[in-house]
């Protein structure tokens, strides 16, 4: 079983960065792959970026490429990603998600099988 937390969410204004976190109760024992996701009021949720275990692979969609950075420290059990020049329509919940996977790469499709509770992230002037 891996728990994870989210924490970082906040108020910002437009052009403004913010880092989320997201612990993990245990990471170093299995293979995990993380990824980012969020989800705005009535839209789908949507993926956003991922990275292996022995971080060494990174992936992003495209909405969020160049702004978004993903990154992790598994000897503080923990993902990161930092995120910059953030606009309005990245105000959503943000979640983070791992699935057991020693693979050299992460895809967003993949069936990620554990969850965060979520952090609210609100982009607004």
């Known amino acids: 079983q891996l728990r994870l937390v989210e924490s970082g969410g906040s108020v910002v204004h437009p052009g403004g960065s913010l880092t989320l976190t997201c612990e993990a109760s245990?990471?170093?024992?299995?293979?995990?792959?993380i990824a980012w996701f969020r989800q705005a009021p009535g839209k789908e949720r949507e993926g956003l970026s991922c990275?292996?275990?022995?971080?060494?692979?990174?992936a992003y969609t495209d909405s969020v490429k160049g702004r978004f950075t993903i990154s992790r420290d598994n000897a503080k059990n923990s993902v990161y990603l930092q995120m910059d020049n953030l606009r309005p329509e990245d105000t959503a919940v943000y979640y983070c998600?791992?699935?057991?996977?020693?693979?050299?790469?992460?895809?967003?499709?993949?069936?990620?099988?554990?969850w965060g509770q979520g952090t609210q992230v609100t982009v607004s002037s």
């Open positions: 998600a791992g699935i057991v996977w020693p693979g050299s790469i992460c895809r967003l499709s993949y069936e990620y099988n554990y």
């Open positions: 245990k990471f170093t024992v299995d293979y995990y792959a």
């Open positions: 990275i292996t275990y022995k971080n060494d692979y990174t």
